[in-house]
C-alpha cells in the first residue's frame, strides 16, 4: 500500500520542493512533483539556479521518452504519465488521479496560506477514509 505523509507548515512550498527533490535526488530514488503548470515553470527555473554543488537533475512531462527515464526527478502537471513510481510530490490542490501507483506520496502544506491549509485538510480526509495510514511531519518542530 502506498505510503502517505503530510509535511506541514512549509513557509515557501517551491523552495522546499527543491530541498526535497535534492534529498530524493541523493538517496537514489526517483521523484514525480505534481503541481499545476505555472507552479512547475517556476520549479524548473528554481531547480536550474541551484548551485552546483546542489544540482538537481530533471526534466518536464513533455520531454521526450530517452530523457525522461534518465532523470530522477521529472516535472509533471499530470503524475498518471510518469515515467517512474517511487515518490510522489503532490503540490495540487486536491489528490492527484493514479497516486496509489507510487510508493510514497508527500503532501506539502503551507505554513501561512489557510487555503492550502483548507484543501490539505480535504486531502487528509481523503486519504484516511481510504485506508491509507498518514505520517505526519511538522516541518516547524523539525527545524527547531
Request: aromatic share 8%.
Amino acid at each position: 500500500m502506498t505510503e502517505v505523509a503530510f509535511h506541514f507548515n512549509a513557509p515557501d512550498k517551491l523552495a522546499y520542493a527543491c530541498r526535497f527533490a535534492r534529498k530524493v535526488q541523493r538517496s537514489g530514488s526517483r521523484l514525480v512533483i505534481a503541481a499545476p503548470p505555472q507552479a512547475l515553470a517556476m520549479l524548473d527555473k528554481m531547480l536550474w539556479n541551484l548551485g552546483p554543488q546542489d544540482f538537481v537533475a530533471h526534466c518536464t512531462q513533455d520531454a521526450d521518452e530517452r530523457l525522461l527515464r534518465a532523470s530522477p526527478v521529472v516535472l509533471a502537471a499530470d503524475p498518471g504519465g510518469a515515467p517512474h513510481q517511487d515518490v510522489l510530490l503532490n503540490l495540487h490542490a486536491e489528490v492527484p488521479q493514479g497516486f496509489e501507483r507510487f510508493e510514497r506520496v508527500v503532501e506539502v502544506v503551507s505554513a501561512q496560506d489557510e487555503a492550502d491549509r483548507s484543501g490539505a485538510r480535504a486531502r487528509w480526509r481523503f486519504y484516511a477514509s481510504q485506508g491509507y495510514a498518514i505520517v505526519r511531519h511538522d516541518l516547524v518542530l523539525k527545524a527547531g
